[in-house]
């Protein structure tokens, strides 16, 4: 939380997204170790039994709380310009570190699964991060859609849901704050600072005399633009 009324905001769709990865890397780990234990329903059991938990799993993640979502999405309000914007990169860090052990325990769960049914816990482990990644897709069409980024208050969201118990409302941008697109992945590095463009040069010897005579502009000088918001790392 900022100071005399600055807050710190959180992109919605990177917090959603942060466990995706994990998760998908996690859960194929697991089933490729479950497809070396015979268990016991048997290999192609287990498999079968895999792929139909990995498409509910993943459905049931990607579509779940929707309502909700759009709920916030459509009553979202402006963010200040003296609001902070969390870098993506301390967003991830926050949700991953407070789930470390949460992520380590359902890899060993989905592994332990295996010797009953092979395969089938990884493969739901997977599909859980599959549909989180799934979620943020739906969430960043609604952003390009809106023309606006969501964002949620840390210190509402802490190191839980966006939409938990204690989440009282979205906030937005534009599509060009913060180091994120739409969907929350990285922006491309060329496109992470703004500006006003390249200035056109004057025609005329009028306009030449008047350039030397201003003598040589210094970097950094010109007509200060201020952005909706302001970004920090941490």
């Not at 295996?114 to 990644?133: D, E, H, T």
Request: charged content about 20%; aromatic content about 8%; hydrophobic content about 45%.
């Amino acid at each position: 939380m900022g100071r005399g009324g600055q807050q710190s905001l959180a992109r919605v769709t990177v917090i959603v997204r942060a466990g995706a990865a994990p998760m998908w890397w996690l859960g194929i780990l697991a089933a490729a170790t479950g497809a070396l234990i015979p268990g016991l329903t048997g290999r192609w059991v287990g498999l079968y039994t895999g792929a139909a938990l990995f498409v509910l799993t993943a459905a049931a993640v990607a579509f779940g709380r929707r309502r909700r979502y759009d709920g916030w999405a459509k009553a979202a309000s402006r963010a200040a310009k003296s609001d902070y914007l969390q870098d993506r990169s301390v967003t991830l860090r926050v949700w991953r570190r407070a789930r470390v052990w949460w992520l380590v325990g359902g890899f060993l769960a989905a592994v332990a699964l295996s010797f009953a049914v092979p395969v089938a816990g990884g493969a739901a482990l997977a599909g859980a991060g599959a549909g989180l990644w799934l979620k943020a897709l739906l969430l960043g069409r609604g952003e390009r859609a809106r023309e606006e980024l969501l964002w949620v208050r840390t210190d509402w969201a802490g190191r839980g849901s966006p939409v938990g118990a204690k989440v009282k409302g979205f906030r937005t941008t534009g599509l060009e704050a913060g180091d994120a697109v739409p969907g929350g992945a990285r922006r491309p590095r060329d496109k992470k600072a703004g500006g006003a463009g390249p200035v056109k040069a004057a025609k005329g010897p009028r306009a030449a005399k008047g350039a030397e005579a201003a003598g040589p502009v210094k970097a950094g000088e010109g007509t200060p633009v201020t952005p909706p918001v302001r970004s920090r790392s941490s």
